[in-house]
């Protein structure tokens, strides 16, 4: 092989490291931004949420994981238009990031019985 050739394929190998050691690191910290979002467990029964008041800063992302235990219930915070259906014997996963700070009701959409109207809860979110 000739100088130029082996000067080619050094060359090309290096570049192509290089992109490979960019996208692990991209990875990586694509990686580090998923696992830094807050996972809330929440129980849905007749006729509360467990818990039903949850704080979190501003531009915090976090995932609500439902777990229904009795019923189809639903889950809804009309100030930010999300909505699920949560369904007994499934996790059922809400991710969200406040942009606003305030507070923000949410509450069962799915009539569950004569407690129904009980069954709600809040989401403060601080600076």
Known sequence: MDRARRQ?????ACGLGALLAVAAIEAQDLKNVVSKERIIAIE???????PNEITVKKD????????????????FIP?????????????TEVRLTPGKAGEYAFLCDNFCGSGHEEMNGKIIVTE
């Open 8 to 12: 080619f394929c050094i060359r090309s």
């Open 44 to 50: 849905a029964r007749k006729f509360v949420y467990t």
């Open 60 to 75: 915090e992302t976090i995932v609500l994981a439902f777990t229904a235990v009795d019923f189809i219930h639903g889950f």
């Open 79 to 91: 100030d930010m238009n999300i909505r699920a259906d949560l369904k007994p014997g499934q996790v």
